[in-house]
Nanobody, 125 residues
Framework: QVQLVESGGGLAQAGDSLSLSCTAS????????LGWFRQVSGKERDFVAAISNDDGRTLYADAVKGRFTISGDSAKDTVYLQMNSLKPEDTATYFC??????????????????WGQGTQVTISS
């Protein structure tokens, strides 16, 4: 049974930093890409960042490039999202997702097979 468990969300002010974690179980970690997506109620789920747990390649959405950093720890089967210089528009529910990796990092949520339950991030101005 595949499980992705996110943690680390919460409340912060604009300019602050937060770190999210996603711990995976039931998958061969290095064979999967893990991605972070975010969703505001009533809107589509948007890509944030992804990482290949095989070779460490990363991909970022333009909206977070230079502010967010995705990283992975294969010893802990965990992926992290370090979020710096947070803005009110970063407020959303953040989801971790896993995709069996044929090689190319993808940003479409439809291509991810497994999802976590989400963690709320709220940034005040």
């Amino acid at each position: 049974q595949v499980q992705l468990v996110e943690s680390g969300g919460g409340l912060a002010q604009a300019g602050d930093s937060l770190s999210l974690s996603c711990t995976a179980s039931g998958i061969t970690f290095r064979s999967y890409d893990l991605g972070w997506f975010r969703q505001v109620s009533g809107k589509e789920r948007d890509f944030v960042a992804a990482i290949s747990n095989d070779d460490g390649r990363t991909l970022y959405a333009d909206a977070v490039k230079g502010r967010f950093t995705i990283s992975g720890d294969s010893a802990k089967d965990t992926v992290y999202l370090q979020m710096n210089s947070l803005k009110p528009e970063d407020t959303a529910t953040y989801f971790c997702a896993a995709r069996f990796s044929p090689g190319t990092l993808r940003s479409s949520p439809a291509l991810y097979n497994y999802w976590g339950q989400g963690t709320q991030v709220t940034i005040s101005s």
